[in-house]
């Protein structure tokens, strides 16, 4: 039994590990920063590669990488934080340095694997997985199989419109859901209010971050609670629509702002069970939040390593 090379790669930090085949316990887990000044992030990726190669046979490399990639060619199309790799052949180029299997997945994808298979989502064939942090991306599994699309850019669910001609969205669209959800579409509705004049305990800030704003909610601010309440009614109307499409047993929400509980949950399921087209999309719903933590998307890559070597 050999072992995989797991590796997440986020806009502030890469991890990879080295995890026999058959567990979820790392070997040896090293990080290092995205963005350096020293070399490129490709070359810094790959030292902390070899940096963590086991004495084992290594089976495959499999990447957690953010944004819109080709998960049959290894492409990363665009990666928001990492200006190097648009259009980048991540697959190829680690495929041509360590001559091994690789296999490259949408972070939310692989969190969503993870969750599935060691996590909140274990025993359940339909899921739907939303992390809301910085951005807002999803993930969904239809009887028991991971959805992609015909280029692998499916279930972008954060970037679905929920108020037309609403907020710039980060993609360059507006109104979607994540120009008003996300962690830093909840510190910007903040800010906006404060600057018109509304009363609040938070001063206008640039930094201001979405948990700030959840502190003052917990502390009574009117305007800090206003902020989680509309993000969490647009998440409850754009799930009601995830739910009339993919009909899932259970949706796991992960990412920073989901673990502001009630501020965001309570408006959330309001908007939701208000919104469904019929009682029995939510009769037997779990809504619940992600267990497997900052290691999602590390875990999430030894389930794609085994799923894809076995269909090898
Ligand atoms: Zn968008």
Not at 153 to 182: K, M, N
Request: aromatic fraction near 6%; glycine fraction near 12%; charged fraction near 20%.
């Amino acid at each position: 039994m050999g072992a995989i090379i797991v590796a997440d790669v986020g806009g502030t930090q890469m991890r990879v590990a080295a995890i026999p085949q058959d567990s979820i316990e790392p070997i040896k887990h090293k990080r290092a920063p995205t963005k350096s000044p020293d070399g490129t992030s490709f070359d810094r990726f790959t030292a902390l590669i070899n940096s963590v190669w086991p004495d084992e046979t290594v089976e495959a490399i499999s990447v957690a990488a953010p944004g819109p990639l080709d998960p049959e060619t290894g492409a990363i199309l665009s990666a928001p934080n990492i200006p190097e790799w648009i259009n980048f052949p991540l697959g190829e180029r680690l495929a041509e340095r360590f001559r091994v299997p690789v296999f490259i997945g949408n972070d939310a994808n692989l969190a969503l694997l993870g969750e599935w298979r060691y996590g909140a989502g274990q025993g359940h064939h339909d899921l739907i997985y939303i992390t809301i942090s910085t951005g807002i991306g999803g993930g969904v599994i239809s009887g028991d199989q991971l959805l992609l699309g015909h280029r692998g850019l499916a279930t972008e669910l954060g970037h679905v419109t929920v108020l037309p001609g609403g907020p710039l969205c980060p993609c360059g669209q507006r109104g979607h859901l994540e120009a008003i959800s996300s962690g830093p579409a909840i510190a910007r509705f903040v800010n906006e209010k404060l600057a018109e004049g509304q009363p609040s305990i938070l001063k206008p800030d640039a930094e201001l971050s979405a948990r700030e704003v959840a502190k003052a909610a917990r502390q009574g601010d009117a305007l800090a609670k206003a902020a989680f309440t509309r993000a969490g009614e647009y998440l409850g109307q754009a799930l009601a629509d995830f739910l009339h499409i993919f009909n899932p047993s259970i949706v796991i929400f992960g990412g920073g702002v989901s673990r502001s509980g009630s501020l965001i949950f309570d408006p959330l399921k309001e908007a939701l069970y208000k919104q469904v087209m019929d009682p029995d999309y939510v009769k037997d719903l779990v809504l619940t939040t992600a267990k497997l933590g900052d290691n999602a998307g590390l875990i999430g890559a030894q389930v794609q390593a085994e799923l894809r070597l076995s269909s090898l």
